[in-house]
């Protein structure tokens, strides 16, 4: 992507449609190889541009499946600076409200104690 916002904001637009454009095709490679380039500009302090990412990342999301975007976003939930985490809790948010019932199979395993039982039966079920 170019230095330019306006060059980096008309990416982020092309690179949302087209991956609205490929679900469920099977081009998640080259849909992940567009997401680094994505990514970095999660920092941006332009409006437009800001607005221009979260939605390349939301179609993302669309095609790549929710637990690939949630991986990326976990890394940055509990960094020691407050901008960081308060851009990578926006994205968590929006990506729980999208896909709430698509995250749960990507959650850690917590054992059990002794008051309460975190074991998710029906997910193993399935499994």
């Known amino acids: 992507m170019d230095r330019d916002l306006v060059h980096r904001q008309t990416a982020c637009t092309a690179i949302k449609h087209m991956a609205l454009g490929v679900v469920g095709l099977g081009c998640e490679d080259a849909l992940i190889h567009l997401l680094n380039f994505v990514w970095p500009n999660i920092f941006e302090?332009?409006?437009?541009?800001?607005?221009?990412?979260m939605e390349a990342i939301e179609g993302l999301r669309c095609s790549l499946g929710p637990v690939k975007i949630l991986q990326y976003s976990l890394q940055g939930l509990f960094h020691p600076a407050r901008k960081v985490r308060d851009v990578y809790w926006k994205i968590y948010n929006g990506l729980y409200i999208s896909a709430q019932d698509a995250?749960?199979?990507?959650?850690?395993?917590?054992?059990?104690d002794d008051k309460n039982s975190?074991?998710?039966h029906e997910l193993e079920y399935f499994l």
Do not use: M
Request: no cysteine.
């Open 45 to 53: 302090t332009s409006p437009h541009v800001i607005n221009a990412v």
């Open 118 to 120: 975190y074991i998710r």
């Open 103 to 112: 995250l749960v199979a990507a959650f850690p395993r917590i054992p059990d």
